[in-house]
């Protein structure tokens, strides 16, 4: 949660608007989902109140959270006021596994699942898999891919010109960005998952640039580290939001 509050302060210099701030840093549960989930419903629960608000006043949404489990909550809520939205996962993992699926338990891999009405997560579902595109997945499991596969969900690989693959993704529709920074090179933003061959951040904002000639929705943006070790120095997210301008500043 340091991170993301790091995103929002450097979003309100920036932008002069004061960020809404939902929960409290928490101790580290490491148990596996449910109990994860049954601990964070009621701040997930206020987050949905809040993009509830934001979404039906037509404003655009700009979200920093701490981790992707996060969209449990706020892509039903996208789904439900922006039902043509392309939902643009920039992400190393595909994180659409299920409960019974999953091998590791790990709730932030079912953060898809749930709004896709794969598996009931007491937020809500109405995402479906035609509006879903992913980008720079590169840690796939075999469900997922499987999944991926079946569906035919569009796959933006970290590798050639990606801007213009997204391009021809996006096919013109309404885009709401999800961003896990794991989705860039290791060592370019501080991450607690570094996965090899990841985009760059000029790649990255060349796909923002792409997005932008779409009608845009919002972005959350996820899994920011504060330091690149506990305690250490703060890392500023400005290189990251100037990869993000062009579709910040609209």
């Not at 404003?59 to 706020?74: D, Y």
Request: aromatic share 6%; with cysteine; hydrophobic share 45%.
């Amino acid at each position: 949660m340091p991170g993301a509050r790091a995103i929002g302060e450097a979003l309100a210099r920036r932008t002069g608007i004061a960020p809404f701030v939902v929960g409290r840093p928490e101790p580290v549960l490491n148990k596996g989902w449910r109990e994860e989930l049954d601990a964070a419903l009621p701040a997930l629960r206020q987050l949905q109140a809040r993009f509830d608000d934001v979404l039906a006043s037509g404003a655009v949404s700009i979200a920093a959270s701490s981790r992707c489990a996060v969209s449990l909550a706020t892509l039903p809520t996208v789904a439900r006021h922006h039902p043509d939205a392309c939902i643009v996962w920039f992400d190393a993992h595909g994180d659409l596994n299920t409960p019974e699926a999953s091998a590791s338990g790990y709730l932030g891999g079912l953060a898809i699942s749930g709004p896709a009405g794969l598996w009931d997560s007491g937020l809500g579902s109405g995402l479906n898999l035609d509006r879903l595109v992913l980008v720079g997945q590169r840690d796939l499991d075999p469900f997922e891919q499987d999944l991926i596969d079946r569906h035919a969900i569009p796959h933006v690989k970290a590798r050639g010109d990606v801007a213009s693959e997204l391009r021809k993704a996006l096919a013109g529709r309404p885009v709401y960005v999800h961003l896990d920074c794991d989705v860039l090179n290791p060592g370019v933003v501080p991450t607690d998952y570094a996965c090899e061959d990841g985009l760059s951040l000029a790649e990255l904002q060349a796909c923002c640039e792409v997005i932008a000639e779409q009608a845009f929705v919002g972005i959350e943006i996820a899994e920011f580290q504060y330091a690149w070790e506990p305690g250490g120095e703060a890392f500023s997210p400005d290189p990251l939001l100037d990869a993000l301008a062009p579709i910040l500043t609209r």
